[in-house]
Every structure is written in C-alpha cells, then in structure tokens.
C-alpha cells in the first residue's frame, strides 16, 4: 500500500473519451510500462433516513476498490469512514429501513491497470448508469507510505505522461498534520475517487441543464 | 464295693445236669470319676469306707416293717418269709438275700441264656441226625406274600426311571453349564476383541450390524470414498477340536477396492526414448511381516486405510496433473504420472496395488529392476496429504464465528485491513502437490548430481585435494555444502579457496570465501568447469601463501591473466615472488587447461654468455634478475605442487 494520486484527465478536443484513453494508454506503453489486466472501483449512495428534518439528509457512500478485493470502504463526505469485510453489502440490505439505496447515483470506473517499476499506474473511465462522464487516472507509489516524502516524485512521474494537466497535491494530503508521521492509506484513495465522482456528477448537472 | 472288686465265681447247676459253666464278670467301672482334670488327670470318688459301706446297706433294712410284723401276724410272716427263703436256699449256695443281691437279675438273664443256648444245641444235635426231626422251609403265604412279574417289572422300571431321570435331569445341567461356560467365555471373547477393535477404529452400530469407518474424512479428508468395513463374528469355529493359534473371534470386512496393499512409487530416470510402454507398472515389494501382538484385523485395516491414502493421493496428483498448466505438460497414463523436471530426465510416480495373494505369473520370473524407488518422496508425499488433511480441520480454522467462511484466520482479516491482492496470495496457498513434490524431486536429483560431480573430481584429481562438508540440517528445497581445496600438507597455510555450495530446486549458488557469488545452472558439466578453475587458482595463491611463509616477495598476482593461450574454461592466473635477496625470480603460470609453467629468472652473473657491453660499467648490475629458464615441472621432485615449489624456493635460497 503505498502514496495514491487521483486525479481527472480532461478530454481530449475533438475526441472522445476512448480515444483519449487510448492515447494514454499509448503513451504509457512507450514508458515500458506493463499491463497487468484491469480494476475497478464503484460507489453506492445510500441516504440516512430517521433523522429530523432541518438537517440536510446525510449522504453514506459505499466503496470498492479492485485492488483490495475482499474490502468494502463506507464513507461520509468528510465524516467517518470504515473499512470492512466484503460481507458489508449485505449488511446494507437489512439496514435498508436506516439507509435507503439511491439507486440512480451509482458511479463505477473501469480501465486497465499498468505496472511501471513501482508506479502502479490506472487508467478509467468514470461511468454513470452507462454514460462516460469522465477519465481518472490513478497513480501509486508503493514503496512510500508518507505523501509529503514522494508527493515531488510522483508529480515528476506524472508529467511525464500527463503533460499538463498535472493536478496539485490533493486535500486529503494537505490535510494531514506537518511533522507527525502520518501514512496514506486506501481511506485516503477512496476519499479522492469519491471527490471525483462527486465532481462528475455535478459537472454533468451542469452540463446537463445546459444541454 | 470292695467285695465286689474280685473276680466273683459262681456257679449254676442245671436240672439236666450239664457240667457246671464258669462266668467270670468283672464290674465295668470300679470307682466312679468325681472329676476330670483339665491335664486328663481323672479324679476318682473315693471307695465308701467299712463304716461308711455298713451304713449304706442299714439304710436298706427297714426295720420298721420287720417290728410290725412281729407284733400282728408275725407267725405267717415269718413262715411267708422262711418259705421263700426255702426254695432259693434249695437252689444253691446262695448266702445273700436275693432282694439284697444286684446281681440277680443278671443271674437270671444269664441262665435263661443258657437254658436257649442249650435247648438250641440240643435242637440242632437232633435235626443234625435227620432221624426224629427235620428242617423245612416255611411255606409263605401265597395269597398274602406272592405278587405277580409284571407288577414286579412294573415296579422296577417304576423306580429306575425315577433313578435315571434323576441323573438325567443331573447330567443336563452340568452339561448346560459346560456348554454356557464355553459359549461364555467365545461371547466374552468377542467382546473383548470387539472393545480393543473400539479403542483403536471408530465404530458404530446400524441397525444388527456393526459398521466401521477407516477413511481419513475425520480427520479432514475430502475424498470421496466411504471407506466403510462390517465387522463379522466368526462363529465357524469348532469349539471341541483345539483352537488354533492365530484364531481371532471378529472379522472384518473391508471394501473390495481396498483389498490387499499399495504403495506409490516414485523414480527418477533417464528419459525413456518411446513412450509405448507406460501405464503398466505392476512391480510390487514383498508386504511387510507382521508384529508378534498385532491382531489380524488391525494389520488388514491398516493396509486398507494405505490403500485408501494412496488412492487419494494418485488421484489429487493426477488431477492436479491435468488442471495445471506447466511448460511442459504431464503425461497421465492408468496408474503412472510422467512428468520432466529437467531436460532428458523423467519424473514417474504410480501407484502400485496389488490385490490379495494372487501372484501375476508374467512378474515374477522378471528379474527385479535395481530399486530406483525414491522412498522419502513417497514418505513426503504421504506426509503433504496429512498435513493437507490437517489444514482442513486446524485449529486455525476451527472454532470460527459462525458468519465467517471456512479458511485461514488471517483471512479474516483481510477486509477490514484492506489487504491487496499480493497480501492475500501470500496467504493462500497456492502449490499443489504435484508442483510441490516435482520441486523436491528436482533438488534430491540436482543435489545427488552435485555429490557425483564432486566426488568424481576428487578421486580423479590429486594435486589440489578437494574436499566436500555437506551440511546435515537440510531443507527440502535447498541444501548446501562447502567445498575446500588445499594441497596436502599445506592445509594451514594454502586455504584461500573455501565454496560455499547451496543447491537449490534449479540452480547451485556459490559463495566465494573472497565474497563473489556466481550462479550456476542445474548443467552437470558447469560446476565442474567451475571447480577446475578453482583448483588452477588454488595453486597460484598456495604460491602466493608460500612465498609469504618462505621469506620471498610477492611481486605481481594476477587471478585472470591476459596473456598466453586463451583457456576454455576460466583463466589462467599468475604470480611472480622474488627471492629475499633478490636474485632469483619465480613465476608461475597456471591454466585449468594448459597445467602450470614455472620460470626462474637468474641474475645476470649466472649466465653463460654475459654481453659484453660499453653502457654497463661497473660489475654490480650483473648482479640484476637476467634472463629466465623453464623448470621441467614434471621432473621436479615432490609429492605435489606445492611441495615442489618449497623446494624450489629452497634451493634457490643460498645460506648465507
């Protein structure tokens, strides 16, 4: 488990969201990069009923992540999060009286996953109920835990594919108290997937009252 | 008393006249016993004195009657008296009173005796002369005595029926007893067999029948068979005839696929150029003799159960043979897998069951095959499916939370810590058997193959004496051993070349003493270029060491020289060492192919011919190293290299 990076590659002018994820691809393969099949991560949004109104309705966000198979993460935005067994889906079911399932939100990115020395690159589209609304690629780091120690490195690595649209150290990272030794780990990788999402979909909002 | 105490004699006269018959009597108990003493001593009442006697008979005499009769009829009484007295007065010599006299009535009874005695006598003397009188039978009373035959047979038979079914009635109940004693004593038998069979198999009862499990699926098992034997009681035995010795009261039955016995053999061989003749491995070992104690059941159910795990190993391999891909792919034919651990090498493991005595003709005139049979891999293989067994049913996995999935405990874990994918493959256990036991045929073979090489460099090569330390902890993947090449005689000072060898599954590592690591591959023939390399280097330093011992200086070393013909295998090496005075120069070449050469270079006043020269004026630079000369090494004496060299070294050095 090392220092993840998450950030949203714009589309391409004038092509679409395929096309320029297989530029990426290609430009990651000329790096020398090895494919090592797929991943995927999706998103549940269950509301939290029962409680009194005034509040805004609190959002619960079930999680997976590919890359940890038998894990399932639930999160509130910026509230807590746990990381349980895979069993945990089941649990949302008998809690469906607690948390009603908001079944039109489900967001998942798919792509394929390259190995590049100790990078561990991911390339997705971010889909939603079968519409592309966006590309995230995943960078990760593996050997470092501290985000401060190889924030540099993996942006230097990022440029080297990205181009330009390297993003600035996430907040997740900010966050995190100067001087303690504080380690990234996959609560902070599906907090920046989920700001992704959330970012998406109010883009699309937008997009879509414009259309 | 005292009269009576003697004998008395008296006589008795007879009316016939007979002659007189003496009668001595003598009294039975003269003094009475008054007391018997607790040591026997008998304490007698003492006899009545004179006086004492006198008294007792005054008592007797009833005076009063005798004076009354005086007074009133004192006249008849008298007469009466008198009269009385008469006839027994007639009677004899009587001088008591017979109402006074005790002995009366035995007089009495005794002559009346007499009077029997003679009237028989005098009967008997007649009847004797059967003139006057005769014996005759008394008739019996025929209507009274007389009873008919049958009644008397009747009767008989009556009472010897009674008589004989009392016997019978006798005779069976001892002969019952006999027979529940014996039918006691075969049940108790059977039990007791039935409870030692208990304490060692698990048994249960279905219905009448008594049924055992012999399979492993307790202890976590997941074959399928059911592994299930009856056990029978042998009831065909006679108990009258003797018993014989190896007579067991139970049975067992055993499923007829698991009959007889079965081993799994596995062997390393040459690679067979045709594979027409596979599958037909029928080879088989005597079946061990049994132990002294053991019962016949338990020796068959063991083997049963062998067979069983044997099934079931063939069957995990053969399936493992066929699901998992490799390079090049196994052969599975009827009871044999065939698979290629290196190139040229064949891996075969079968599975050898032969059922009951039935011997097969065909095999047994063969001459049995030198064993190639590798029995701490099939010792292994045993082993890896018990240890599979238990890993079904750990600790580790059992007691568990009721919602959770059979498996490792740290499975467990592996959601709520987020564990990647390569977390959880190191978890879970991926080898099969077949790749694990492939693995461990290929170091036993790479490993017997490193001794070989060894050992065959050693007995061939002399010079250099390579010695082997192989280690006795091993693992079943890696071994190692460390090799030492020293020149005899010279081990403390030349013992710079120390190997360290870890034979792994495909390749050998060596650790150099001087730290360099060189990989090597399972190919035979490159450990022995590399020892022979080793052993030309060996002798180049043993001349550095030794010159080091000897007081000369080293002046080059070179372990790969550039120079001289190119070696096919390794380099050569090079050294050169100067005397300690520094006229004379040794240098040796040596190559793993091209031997040693050895030059010694003099000073300049040594050579014959010195050139004469204008630039070289003064005499001592004649004392400079000039010109060198080959050593005919192979001429030299000494046992070895190295001692050859001391002696060189020592003859070059003059004593000052």
Same mark, same amino acid.
């Given at each position: 488990?090392?220092?993840?990076?998450?950030?949203?590659?714009?589309?391409?002018?004038?092509?679409?969201?395929?096309?320029?994820?297989?530029?990426?691809?290609?430009?990651?393969?000329?790096?020398?990069?090895?494919?090592?099949?797929?991943?995927?991560?999706?998103?549940?949004?269950?509301?939290?009923?029962?409680?009194?109104?005034?509040?805004?309705?609190?959002?619960?966000?079930?999680?997976?992540?590919?890359?940890?198979?038998?894990?399932?993460?639930?999160?509130?935005?910026?509230?807590?999060?746990?990381?349980?067994?895979?069993?945990?889906?089941?649990?949302?079911?008998?809690?469906?009286?607690?948390?009603?399932?908001?079944?039109?939100?489900?967001?998942?990115?798919?792509?394929?996953?390259?190995?590049?020395?100790?990078?561990?690159?991911?390339?997705?589209?971010?889909?939603?109920?079968?519409?592309?609304?966006?590309?995230?690629?995943?960078?990760?780091?593996?050997?470092?835990?501290?985000?401060?120690?190889?924030?540099?490195?993996?942006?230097?690595?990022?440029?080297?594919?990205?181009?330009?649209?390297?993003?600035?150290?996430?907040?997740?990272?900010?966050?995190?108290?100067?001087?303690?030794?504080?380690?990234?780990?996959?609560?902070?990788?599906?907090?920046?997937?989920?700001?992704?999402?959330?970012?998406?979909?109010?883009?699309?909002?937008?997009?879509?009252?414009?259309? | 008393?005292?009269?009576?105490?003697?004998?008395?004699?008296?006589?008795?006269?007879?009316?016939?006249?007979?002659?007189?018959?003496?009668?001595?009597?003598?009294?039975?108990?003269?003094?009475?016993?008054?007391?018997?003493?607790?040591?026997?001593?008998?304490?007698?009442?003492?006899?009545?004195?004179?006086?004492?006697?006198?008294?007792?008979?005054?008592?007797?005499?009833?005076?009063?009657?005798?004076?009354?009769?005086?007074?009133?009829?004192?006249?008849?009484?008298?007469?009466?008296?008198?009269?009385?007295?008469?006839?027994?007065?007639?009677?004899?010599?009587?001088?008591?009173?017979?109402?006074?006299?005790?002995?009366?009535?035995?007089?009495?009874?005794?002559?009346?005796?007499?009077?029997?005695?003679?009237?028989?006598?005098?009967?008997?003397?007649?009847?004797?002369?059967?003139?006057?009188?005769?014996?005759?039978?008394?008739?019996?009373?025929?209507?009274?005595?007389?009873?008919?035959?049958?009644?008397?047979?009747?009767?008989?038979?009556?009472?010897?029926?009674?008589?004989?079914?009392?016997?019978?009635?006798?005779?069976?109940?001892?002969?019952?007893?006999?027979?529940?004693?014996?039918?006691?004593?075969?049940?108790?038998?059977?039990?007791?067999?039935?409870?030692?069979?208990?304490?060692?198999?698990?048994?249960?009862?279905?219905?009448?029948?008594?049924?055992?499990?012999?399979?492993?699926?307790?202890?976590?098992?997941?074959?399928?068979?059911?592994?299930?034997?009856?056990?029978?009681?042998?009831?065909?035995?006679?108990?009258?005839?003797?018993?014989?010795?190896?007579?067991?009261?139970?049975?067992?039955?055993?499923?007829?696929?698991?009959?007889?016995?079965?081993?799994?053999?596995?062997?390393?061989?040459?690679?067979?150029?045709?594979?027409?003749?596979?599958?037909?491995?029928?080879?088989?070992?005597?079946?061990?003799?049994?132990?002294?104690?053991?019962?016949?059941?338990?020796?068959?159910?063991?083997?049963?159960?062998?067979?069983?795990?044997?099934?079931?190993?063939?069957?995990?391999?053969?399936?493992?043979?066929?699901?998992?891909?490799?390079?090049?792919?196994?052969?599975?034919?009827?009871?044999?897998?065939?698979?290629?651990?290196?190139?040229?090498?064949?891996?075969?493991?079968?599975?050898?069951?032969?059922?009951?005595?039935?011997?097969?003709?065909?095999?047994?005139?063969?001459?049995?095959?030198?064993?190639?049979?590798?029995?701490?891999?099939?010792?292994?293989?045993?082993?890896?499916?018990?240890?599979?067994?238990?890993?079904?049913?750990?600790?580790?996995?059992?007691?568990?939370?009721?919602?959770?999935?059979?498996?490792?405990?740290?499975?467990?874990?592996?959601?709520?810590?987020?564990?990647?994918?390569?977390?959880?493959?190191?978890?879970?256990?991926?080898?099969?058997?077949?790749?694990?036991?492939?693995?461990?045929?290929?170091?036993?073979?790479?490993?017997?193959?490193?001794?070989?090489?060894?050992?065959?460099?050693?007995?061939?090569?002399?010079?250099?004496?390579?010695?082997?330390?192989?280690?006795?902890?091993?693992?079943?993947?890696?071994?190692?051993?460390?090799?030492?090449?020293?020149?005899?005689?010279?081990?403390?000072?030349?013992?710079?070349?120390?190997?360290?060898?870890?034979?792994?599954?495909?390749?050998?590592?060596?650790?150099?003493?001087?730290?360099?690591?060189?990989?090597?591959?399972?190919?035979?023939?490159? /450990?022995?270029? &590399?020892?022979? %390399? *080793?052993?030309?280097?060996?002798?180049?330093?043993? !001349?550095? =060491?030794? +010159? @080091?011992?000897?007081?000369?200086?080293?002046?080059?070393?070179?372990?790969?020289?550039?120079?001289?013909?190119?070696?096919?295998?390794?380099?050569?090496?090079?050294?050169?060492?100067?005397?300690?005075?520094?006229?004379?120069?040794?240098?040796?070449?040596?190559?793993?192919?091209?031997?040693?050469?050895? /030059?010694?270079? &003099?000073?300049? %006043? *040594?050579?014959?011919?010195?050139?004469?020269?204008? !630039?070289? =004026?003064? +005499? @001592?630079?004649?004392?400079?190293?000039?010109?060198?000369?080959?050593?005919?090494?192979?001429?030299?004496?000494?046992?070895?290299?190295?001692?050859?060299?001391?002696?060189?070294?020592?003859?070059?050095?003059?004593?000052?």
């Amino acid at each position: 488990m090392g220092v993840t990076c998450v950030c949203q590659v714009p589309v391409a002018e004038g092509k679409s969201v395929q096309q320029t994820v297989d530029i990426l691809h290609k430009k990651l393969e000329q790096l020398a990069a090895v494919k090592q099949g797929s991943f995927c991560v999706d998103c549940e949004t269950y509301h939290a009923t029962g409680n009194v109104s005034g509040q805004p309705t609190k959002l619960l966000y079930v999680m997976h992540n590919s890359e940890t198979p038998l894990s399932c993460m639930a999160l509130f935005e910026g509230g807590p999060c746990v990381i349980a067994d895979a069993n945990f889906d089941v649990l949302m079911v008998k809690l469906k009286s607690h948390f009603q399932n908001a079944k039109g939100h489900k967001v998942e990115c798919r792509g394929s996953r390259y190995r590049y020395c100790d990078f561990l690159i991911k390339v997705g589209t971010v889909t939603m109920s079968s519409s592309a609304r966006g590309i995230s690629v995943e960078v990760e780091y593996c050997p470092c835990v501290v985000p401060g120690d190889c924030w540099n490195l993996i942006r230097e690595f990022m440029a080297s594919f990205l181009g330009s649209s390297v993003p600035e150290l996430p907040s997740v990272f900010a966050a995190k108290p100067e001087g303690l030794f504080a380690p990234a780990d996959c609560v902070d990788t599906m907090t920046q997937y989920l700001e992704l999402f959330n970012k998406l979909r109010k883009m699309q909002i937008q997009g879509s009252n414009v259309r | 008393m005292s009269l009576l105490s003697s004998f008395l004699y008296f006589s008795i006269t007879i009316m016939s006249g007979g002659p007189p018959v003496s009668v001595s009597i003598e009294s039975s108990c003269e003094k009475q016993v008054q007391e018997v003493a607790l040591d026997g001593t008998e304490t007698y009442v003492p006899p009545l004195s004179m006086s004492q006697n006198l008294a007792k008979l005054a008592q007797r005499i009833d005076f009063s009657q005798g004076s009354e009769s005086e007074e009133d009829g004192a006249e008849s009484e008298p007469k009466d008296r008198e009269w009385s007295k008469e006839p027994e007065e007639e009677e004899g010599t009587v001088k008591f009173q017979p109402s006074l006299w005790p002995w009366d009535s035995v007089r009495n009874n005794l002559r009346s005796a007499l009077t029997e005695m003679c009237v028989l006598y005098d009967v008997l003397s007649v009847v004797k002369e059967k003139k006057y009188m005769a014996l005759d039978p008394v008739s019996q009373d025929p209507a009274a005595n007389k009873t008919p035959q049958v009644f008397q047979l009747i009767s008989k038979k009556k009472s010897l029926g009674t008589a004989a079914q009392l016997l019978l009635k006798g005779a069976e109940k001892l002969s019952k007893s006999v027979a529940e004693n014996q039918e006691n004593r075969r049940q108790r038998d059977f039990n007791s067999e039935l409870l030692r069979l208990r304490s060692q198999w698990k048994l249960r009862k279905v219905g009448d029948k008594i049924l055992g499990d012999l399979s492993y699926r307790s202890a976590g098992s997941l074959f399928p068979h059911h592994g299930t034997f009856e056990v029978i009681k042998n009831t065909d035995i006679d108990l009258d005839k003797k018993i014989p010795e190896d007579y067991c009261p139970l049975d067992v039955q055993i499923p007829s696929d698991l009959e007889g016995s079965a081993y799994i053999k596995v062997s390393i061989q040459k690679q067979a150029p045709d594979i027409g003749d596979l599958g037909t491995v029928n080879l088989f070992r005597r079946p061990p003799k049994t132990k002294a104690g053991t019962q016949a059941w338990h020796v068959k159910l063991e083997a049963a159960q062998n067979v069983l795990l044997c099934k079931e190993i063939f069957a995990q391999l053969s399936r493992e043979a066929v699901q998992i891909k490799s390079q090049i792919p196994h052969i599975v034919v009827k009871n044999q897998i065939i698979s290629q651990p290196f190139p040229g090498l064949q891996l075969s493991i079968s599975l050898c069951h032969s059922t009951g005595e039935k011997k097969n003709h065909k095999a047994s005139p063969e001459k049995p095959k030198p064993d190639d049979h590798l029995y701490v891999l099939e010792h292994n293989l045993h082993q890896m499916m018990r240890e599979f067994h238990k890993q079904q049913l750990s600790s580790v996995v059992m007691p568990h939370p009721a919602s959770a999935p059979f498996g490792h405990k740290r499975m467990r874990l592996a959601g709520p810590q987020a564990y990647d994918k390569s977390e959880i493959s190191s978890l879970q256990h991926n080898e099969g058997l077949l790749e694990k036991i492939i693995k461990q045929a290929k170091h036993i073979f790479l490993r017997s193959r490193t001794a070989r090489t060894i050992d065959s460099l050693a007995s061939r090569i002399e010079d250099p004496q390579i010695q082997a330390h192989w280690s006795n902890i091993n693992d079943v993947y890696e071994s190692s051993v460390k090799v030492l090449i020293t020149s005899q005689g010279y081990e403390q000072i030349c013992k710079s070349i120390q190997l360290q060898l870890n034979i792994g599954v495909e390749q050998i590592r060596v650790v150099h003493r001087d730290g360099r690591v060189v990989t090597l591959s399972h190919q035979e023939q490159e /450990l022995q270029d &590399f020892l022979l %390399s *080793q052993m030309s280097q060996h002798q180049v330093h043993a !001349v550095q =060491q030794l +010159a @080091k011992v000897m007081g000369w200086h080293v002046l080059s070393f070179s372990n790969h020289v550039g120079l001289g013909p190119v070696e096919s295998i390794g380099n050569a090496s090079a050294v050169t060492v100067a005397s300690p005075n520094g006229e004379y120069a040794i240098s040796v070449r040596n190559g793993p192919e091209s031997g040693c050469k050895v /030059l010694v270079q &003099f000073p300049r %006043s *040594q050579t014959k011919e010195l050139p004469k020269s204008d !630039v070289i =004026q003064e +005499a @001592k630079w004649s004392h400079l190293r000039g010109p060198s000369k080959e050593v005919h090494w192979s001429k030299m004496e000494g046992r070895n290299f190295v001692y050859k060299m001391e002696l060189l070294m020592a003859a070059l050095t003059p004593c000052p």
